[in-house]
């Protein structure tokens, strides 16, 4: 009769409650309260409460552990194997209190044991049935107005990649025994939740700010430092839904920089992650004829390419070949993110070990992927793919790939002076041994420098040409289309099914020129053109940022993240109508049935760090935090805290035209402060104020 799902993000506990009325006319209420655990990963509960309003009986209750389960929640794999996990085996102790299974998945052998133990109040016997690949607890309970009755289901859960452990199912089997009593759990792990929100704080007002808490919610249950102890990266979609079958793609660019100032315990670990896949990356450039290391555009477990080469098109139901595999442009997102996780932590000694590995060899495989034209006196990278992922030929060709995208040049440029800079800043004897174990000569250093500053960015018509040749492309009557088709995200599906293609037309999925305004400053950015040669200024930026606006369809979730950002700065007036794209993209499910199959993670993060960063002017560079705040009319109060260099609890807020920056009492050192030009120095247990109106 009704069904209520509610979730309590400051607890992290999700209620669902129903009332049901059978053929006799009897009704029936139930809620049901769960959680997994957030101070023990391993362990989640669940209590449910029956209360019968007008009526007196016996309920029966089953409560089990299913090894049936398949990945069948994306519609579009339905015919594909979704079947994962390998002969299941169910058992149960000898008092019955106890039923588990045990089974190991398909593909990577992976062992994986669950325990269950169910209980009931008023206590009533349990029996264990076993069915199959199934292991249940009956029991039978008794209900009248003004007695309900309650059954607690606990549930522990290991694997054979958990440390510390013997074998799996004998840890779950004595992790359900010790666990307490489900108020006790359920305490614990609010009490968990508390300390993550307390290094989370995020105060927004109103609708934005619920939003945003939702986001975090998300981010934090697959990605907190329990992550820190485990060899994962960032899927795409979470841990929430089945897309991209748990692929890892560059969607870390967008939640690091949120991660680098709560969290560098988890940015650390995420890098690692990286840097144990390092010789697979190695491996795939050698194979493709390249050097250094090519990082996977999608990857799983242990590294490799995982990017389909063919996708259906839902609409013309025609298999196409896919080349998205080419966006190298992944390498300069991993590249990037260690180097603002060191200028956020401060945490040289990875910068010096893992992340300089990383950073020479990324830059190793861009100088090597180039070549030097004598006509321009100019080094281009050709055959690759944007973020943009539409074009992914040039119109009228088979041979893949597109040339001098300019982000990916760009970006390239910028991975090159970084790996240069951090051979400069190691000890002589820790620069010796790495260039030595990894043959780097001083001749491929020169290499870099000069390819560094002499890299190809096109043009045309007075704004960056997203690759070469793009100006040249046929115009599209987007009027047309719109009234057509209404929702247009998806042009590149649209214009196969009409036997056109949109390589021949100036369209773009997401940002890609744009991008560039995401993850640099406009002085950082100006600054690199200037390093390649080129004057950029902010006339010609805005002029491009709106030569691109009317030219994306907005087919990703990060898109409109990435617009509202960069529109902060360039064209304030308009950055709000994407802001609030970007904030409702999975609340709403603007996409249109995406979101059931997984959140977006990155876009989800990237909201929260566009307050933090995006409308603040954080930057964590040159061992200072550096603020230039652009808020919006719509965003204008705001505050939250961070964690930099030691100092836990930094709190930042915006508010009547005043930036304030605390730094908590503790015995570290000042912290640096720049804002709009002017260097401050705050000690612990200071507050700074600074006005934020331009003068």
Known sequence: MSHRRLL??????LTRRLRFRDRHGRHLGVEQVRLVHMG???????????????????????SALDGRITNSGVERYRDLNGHHLGPVRTGTLRDDTTVWLRCATIASDIRIAMAARTAAEPPVAVASHLTGPMAAHHLAVEVAPGRPAVVDKTVALHTSRDSAISDP??????????????EALLAGHVAAWDHLWRRASLDVPDEAGRILRLHLFHLLQTLSPHTAELDVGVPARGLHG???????????????PYLNLHFPEVSRALLTYRHHRLTRALAAAEDAGHVGAMYPWQSGSDGREETQELHLNPRSGRWLPDHTRLQHHVGSAIAYNVWQYHQASGDTEFLHTKGAEMLLQIARFWAGATVHDPGTDRYRIRGVLGPDEYHDAYPDTEEPGIDDNAYTNVAAAWVLARALDVVRMLPPARAAQLCERIELHSGELARWEEVSRRLHVPFHRGVISQFDGYGDLAELDWHAYRARYGDIRRLDRILEAEGDSVNRYQASKQADVLMLGY?????????????????LDDE???DTVDYYLRRTSHGSTLSELVHGWVLARARRADAWTYCQDALVGDVADVQGGTTEEGIHLGAMAGTVDLVQRGLTGLETREDALWFDP???????????????????GITVRLSHGQLRIGV?????????????????????????RLPTAKR
């Open 519 to 535: 993850l640099f400053s406009p002085a950082e950015l100006r600054g690199l053109f200037r390093q390649l040669g080129y004057d």
């Open 169 to 182: 199912l004998g840890a779950a089997l004595e992790r359900v025994a010790r666990a307490p009593t489900f």
């Open 8 to 13: 309590d993000l400051r607890r992290g506990v």
């Open 664 to 688: 908590p009492s503790s015995a570290e050192e000042p912290i640096r402060v720049v804002f709009r030009g002017r260097e401050w120095t705050v000690p612990p247990g200071d507050l700074l």
């Open 40 to 62: 023990d990963p391993h362990l989640a509960a669940m209590r449910t409460t029956f209360t019968a309003e007008d009526w007196s009986g016996a309920l029966e209750v089953e």
């Open 242 to 256: 089945e897309a991209y079958r748990g692929h890892v793609f560059w969607d870390e660019l967008f939640v690091l």
């Open 630 to 648: 652009a808020p919006l009319p719509e965003l204008s109060e705001f505050g939250f805290t961070l964690h930099y260099r030691g100092h836990w």
């Open 540 to 542: 010609q930026w805005r």
